[in-house]
C-alpha cells in the first residue's frame, strides 16, 4: 500500500490537506491485482488503514523526538532506562509497544505525511521542495528566532 501511495504522491496526487480525489480507489484496485491473502480491499478499507498508520507514524514521530530516547525502526527505543520508559509511557500510553519494538514503515510514512500533518508554528519539512514561510526567514534573519 505505502509504495502505491508513494507512487501517487509523486505523481502529485496529494495536496498539503490529503490524497486527491480517486486515489483510495486505485490504490484499492491495484492492491486487489497483487494480493492473494485476505478480503478485497476497497476505498474505505485503504481510507482506514491508511488513518491507523497516520496515528502510528504521529507516535513514533513524537518518540523520534524525545531527548534522551535513541530510535531504530528495527528494535524501537534503545537504552532507555526503564524508570524514565515507565513514566514516558504513564503519560503517553500509546507509545508501549515501542520500547522493544521497531515499527519500519517509518520512513515511507515520514515520505507521505510530511507536509501534510502540522506539528506546530511555522512546521518545515525538509524533505519536500517547499520553503518555510517569508515571514519566518525574516525574523530569523531580524534574530528573532520562530517566536
Same mark, same amino acid.
Given at each position: 500500500?505505502?509504495?502505491?501511495?508513494?507512487?501517487?504522491?509523486?505523481?502529485?496526487?496529494?495536496?498539503?490537506?490529503g490524497?486527491?480525489?480517486?486515489?483510495?480507489?486505485?490504490?484499492?484496485?491495484?492492491?486487489?491485482?497483487?494480493?492473494? /491473502?485476505?478480503?478485497?480491499?476497497?476505498?474505505?478499507?485503504?481510507?482506514?488503514?491508511?488513518?491507523?498508520?497516520?496515528?502510528i507514524?504521529?507516535?513514533?514521530?513524537?518518540?523520534?523526538?524525545?531527548?534522551?530516547f535513541?530510535?531504530?525502526?528495527?528494535?524501537?527505543?534503545?537504552?532507555?532506562?526503564?524508570?524514565?520508559w515507565? /513514566?514516558?509511557?504513564?503519560?503517553?500510553?500509546?507509545?508501549?509497544?515501542?520500547?522493544s519494538?521497531g515499527?519500519?514503515?517509518?520512513?515511507?510514512?515520514?515520505t507521505?505525511?510530511?507536509?501534510?500533518?502540522?506539528?506546530?508554528?511555522?512546521?518545515f519539512?525538509?524533505?519536500?521542495?517547499?520553503?518555510?514561510?517569508?515571514?519566518?526567514?525574516?525574523?530569523?534573519?531580524?534574530?528573532?528566532?520562530?517566536?
Amino acid at each position: 500500500m505505502l509504495q502505491i501511495l508513494l507512487l501517487e504522491q509523486a505523481e502529485g496526487n496529494q495536496s498539503e490537506t490529503g490524497w486527491k480525489s480517486g486515489v483510495y480507489a486505485h490504490v484499492a484496485v491495484a492492491l486487489n491485482k497483487i494480493l492473494s /491473502k485476505g478480503g478485497s480491499k476497497n476505498t474505505e478499507s485503504i481510507r482506514n488503514q491508511y488513518s491507523k498508520m497516520k496515528g502510528i507514524y504521529k507516535i513514533v514521530a513524537a518518540l523520534r523526538e524525545v531527548s534522551g530516547f535513541t530510535w531504530d525502526n528495527e528494535v524501537g527505543c534503545k537504552g532507555v532506562d526503564d524508570e524514565i520508559w515507565e /513514566k514516558y509511557v504513564k503519560a503517553h500510553p500509546e507509545a508501549a509497544p515501542f520500547c522493544s519494538n521497531g515499527w519500519p514503515w517509518f520512513d515511507d510514512m515520514h515520505t507521505l505525511c510530511c507536509g501534510t500533518i502540522a506539528r506546530g508554528q511555522s512546521v518545515f519539512c525538509a524533505t519536500h521542495e517547499s520553503q518555510p514561510p517569508a515571514d519566518a526567514n525574516r525574523d530569523n534573519a531580524n534574530g528573532r528566532g520562530n517566536g
